[in-house]
DNA sequence: CTCCGATAGTAAAGGTTCTTGACTATGTAG
DNA sequence: CTACATAGTCAAGAACCTTTACTATCGGAG
């Protein structure tokens, strides 16, 4: 016998992170529904923080996003067809390209930003707003770590 | 001008969070394949925990892990095509079915659970401790906290 | 200038995870 | 016994992302 008394946590640690994670962008996808924005995909609002009113190379996207160049190739698509952005030739490269957000894609992205802003006032409502800092600090070096670590 | 200088962070919490479940993610399959498990996927990976050599109902896995009773319908069946599972009828409920690990199944288990532990220790390496069990219980309140929330 | 490797992007196909909607069969309470 | 809830299933499809393979352009070495 092992463990004679179950000892409460133990590892629960990865599966606390993966329902959190889940648990706000569901928050989040209802946050923004509420305010009238359906049709919008967490994949896509993930996009939002990201892009810019003078223009971004979806390579760029690819590499803070962390997916493919193919995948940002497609969610790019959706939100052209969505009217959030536009795609112009890059005049200093002509492989490249430039996504530019459209003013209804700004006006999405505020909106993306404020929901995210009020799902993080809950979390400091509940826990604190040094905590909620400290939280999100950890967070990313955690990521960064393990990244890293990656068992090559 | 509302924002004349850039303010560093202000409402990255749920990215920072999202970026973390998917590095680890990545890194505990990374390691379970290193410890030979291939062809398990992470939806796969994430049902071992709430397993049992004594059995468990699907219904009940469908509620702990969040998702349709179809969902797990599919994983179970996943896993049973890997023989890491069986199922059986519940002798209590003709309705019902038992999923129950195999001996391959516990194996695999152990294995899951080992690597949670690794990449919490690798976390606790570098954050410390109680840093990341009060992390851990943050994130579970958080999470609990978030689906109460849902701007119904 | 030409050639070549690196870079920007695209196309097609498929894997994984999960949902909705519709349905069957059994259990249970009144 | 009827009525409703519960256990599970099937089928279809949405969402997200990857691999493989490809075209076109860029930019430097010779």
Redesign the pocket.
Known sequence: MKKPKKEKNEDDFAPALIAASRAMVAAGMAELIACGFDSM????VSLMPLLDKDGV???ALSQQAR?????I???VRELEARVYVEQLP?ST?????IVRLTKRGVVLQAACAKARRKLQSVAIAKLGKSKVLRLQQDLIELAVLLEKTRTR
């Open positions: 995909t967490p994949a896509l190379r979806p390579t997916v493919t160049k193919q995948a190739g497609q969610l890059d490269d002509t492989r490249a390209k």
